[in-house]
């Protein structure tokens, strides 16, 4: 399955933001620039937009940004661990070459978004509301999506081992090409789910169904 997604509208020769400038109070919005090769910590705002930026080589330690808007962003070699998204909006955003180990989207409403090569273990998309949105090629074991919305989702070569799927809908969600072994799923939830020949032993032995020779 191919999914159209649409990429950031990102204006060539953005500004650099210095990290000087970069204090972020509740309900602030900050647009047209690029943050780099920095680290922003102990920040916690409420309800803060974030338009047309790239961050880039940014390193993020203990941020809470609740209920955040991102619209056309770029997430570029960052460290994102333990990130706190609750309740956020994402539209149209990319996160390239991240690290992402346990951040938080729980509740999340994220549209048109793309992830690629980035290390999201551990990560909770409990109760989020994906549409159109790729995970390409990342590492997503452990990774919780307890009661998330899938429309139109695409896992394309991803290492999904002992990620939590129950109370989720995986009709029309391919598998196929990602890594595991185990998996938290509900039998009523794996209608539609494409998956290879080979990983039906995983689903065969979760079930604890006996195969007859």
Same mark, same amino acid.
């Given at each position: 399955? /191919? ?14 933001? /210095? ?74 955003? !990319?996160?390239?070459? %991240? ?6 989207? /729980? ?63 995986? !009709? ?20 539609? %789910? ?20």
């Amino acid at each position: 399955m /191919t999914i159209k997604i649409e990429s950031p509208k990102i204006p060539a020769g953005l500004p650099d933001i /210095t990290p000087s400038e970069f204090t972020i109070e509740s309900e602030d919005c900050m647009s047209m620039g690029v943050i780099s090769d920095c680290t922003i910590d102990q920040q916690a705002a409420h309800k803060v937009s974030f338009e047309r930026i790239i961050f880039r080589n940014v390193v993020f330690t203990e941020i809470a940004w609740t209920e955040l808007e991102l619209t056309d962003v770029i997430f570029e070699k960052c460290d994102l661990s333990n990130m706190n998204f609750i309740g956020s909006n994402i539209h149209r955003t !990319e996160f390239k070459n %991240c690290k992402m180990i346990g951040i938080d989207f /729980t509740n999340a409403t994220l549209r048109n978004i793309k992830f690629t090569n980035c290390f999201g273990d551990y990560a909770s998309f409990r109760f989020a509301n994906f549409k159109q949105l790729v995970f390409k090629e990342c590492s997503l074991c452990s990774a919780d999506f307890y009661g998330s919305v899938f429309v139109k989702v695409d896992f394309q070569r991803c290492s999904i081992d002992r990620a939590q799927f129950s109370s989720v809908k995986l !009709e029309g969600i391919d598998l196929s090409d990602c890594e595991f072994t185990e998996l938290g799923v509900d039998i009523a939830g794996l209608k539609g %789910c494409t998956i290879a020949r080979e990983q039906a032993s995983v689903f065969v032995n979760m079930f604890g169904l006996i195969i007859k020779e």
